[in-house]
């Protein structure tokens, strides 16, 4: 076990609604990244926060937010659902002292847009 | 459009034999891993070899990296049923804070 835990582990919502997607990193890590994975797909890189503001973004539009907490938490929100929004998304945390880290994985959340 | 790319997509063998899959990437890397996935969930990490690293062992696995070729290949040698799974190169980049780089993947199926 990775000691990185999300929820929920399933969500069926319809296009156009919002959702929040919660993940609870190891402790001590400073970093959390989210990724979306499509079925058969290897994962997609969203965003990364570090110490609480956002690190890094990847090809994703701005309705893909999140936020990080001093806890050790964090948030994925995504807005006005598509259908193509529909996959696993997986949170990731790492502990970043400077360079090579190592990215410990949640079982994810699947989503699925109707 | 993705970094890393696995080869093959597919490979099926019998238990007891030895699973050979490679990764191919772009632009430079500061380290390269690999990662396991079982039937959708969460990603397993496996092992990391560094970019002035060669080669690394851990248990059953090797992975040898050549940056001149910018390939990298991961073998499970004595495969297990167990083994069955998805299999991820990803890759950092060259500086703080460059996301991970993840393939499509190798699904690993090992025949009883």
């Known amino acids: 076990e990775t000691g990185v835990t999300q929820s929920p582990t399933h969500l069926i919502k319809t296009r156009g609604q919002q959702v929040t997607l919660r993940c609870s990193s190891q402790s001590g890590h400073n970093t959390v990244s989210w990724y979306q994975q499509a079925l058969g797909q290897g994962p997609q890189f969203i965003f990364q926060y570090y110490r609480e503001e956002e690190n890094g973004r990847g090809n994703f539009p701005p309705r893909f937010s999140g936020l990080q907490f001093p806890n050790y938490s964090s948030e994925l929100n995504v807005n006005a659902l598509e259908l193509d929004d529909s996959a696993l998304y997986l949170c990731?945390?790492?502990?970043?002292?400077?360079?090579?880290?190592?990215?410990?994985f949640g079982p994810g959340t699947r989503l699925l847009v109707l | 459009s993705q970094q890393g790319e696995e080869d093959p997509q597919a490979l099926s063998i019998q238990e007891g034999e030895n699973a050979t899959m490679n990764c191919s990437y772009k632009t430079s890397i500061n380290n390269l891993q690999w990662y396991r996935q079982n039937s959708g969930r969460g990603l397993v990490h496996l092992i990391l070899?560094?970019?002035?690293?060669r080669e690394k062992h851990s248990g059953r696995l090797r992975v040898t990296l050549d940056t001149s070729k910018k390939s990298s290949s991961l073998l499970i040698t004595a495969s297990r049923a167990a083994d069955t799974a998805s299999y991820f190169c990803a890759t950092d980049g060259s500086y703080y804070g460059q996301n991970f780089v993840f393939g499509p993947g190798t699904r690993l199926s090992v025949l009883p």
């Open positions: 990731a945390s790492s502990l970043v002292l400077g360079g090579t880290e190592t990215q410990y």
């Open positions: 070899i560094r970019s002035n690293e």
